[in-house]
């Protein structure tokens, strides 16, 4: 059993930063990918971006790319979500997630995740 517990969310004016942190505890394992969702009022839940744990290899959605990094501290069990250039529409609830790389792959759908945390609302204003 993995828990999740994601923080830093907020409300920041179009074009500022946030950093959002994803706390990982309980049984975890190497081959883990940890894993950034976002679901906007009225519309499905669509992937990030996404970072191996042990291994530096991060993925993210074209709409982020450029703008969004990811980084771990494996020592405090730890994901960021470092957001920067945020615009109006990034606005959304986002979501930690902890799932396994399947042949070195990072998923991008949910179903390839397990675990999942409360989300955090991140509302970026015009």
């Known amino acids: 059993q993995v828990q999740l517990v994601e923080s830093g969310g907020g409300l920041v004016q179009a074009g500022g930063s946030l950093r959002l942190s994803c706390a990982a505890s309980?049984?975890?394992?190497?081959?883990?990918?940890m894993g950034w969702f976002r679901q906007a009022l009225g519309k499905e839940r669509e992937f990030v971006g996404a970072i191996k744990w042990n291994n530096i290899g991060t993925a993210f959605d074209d709409s982020v790319k450029g703008r969004f990094t990811l980084s771990r501290d494996t020592a405090k069990n730890t994901v960021y979500l470092q957001m920067n250039s945020l615009k109006p529409e990034d606005t959304a609830v986002y979501y930690c997630?902890?799932?396994?790389?399947?042949?070195?792959?990072?998923?991008?759908?949910?179903?390839?995740?397990?675990?999942w945390g409360q989300g955090t609302q991140v509302t970026v204003s015009s």
């Open positions: 309980g049984r975890t394992f190497s081959s883990q990918v």
């Open positions: 997630a902890a799932g396994t790389s399947v042949w070195g792959r990072i998923g991008r759908t949910q179903k390839e995740y397990s675990y």
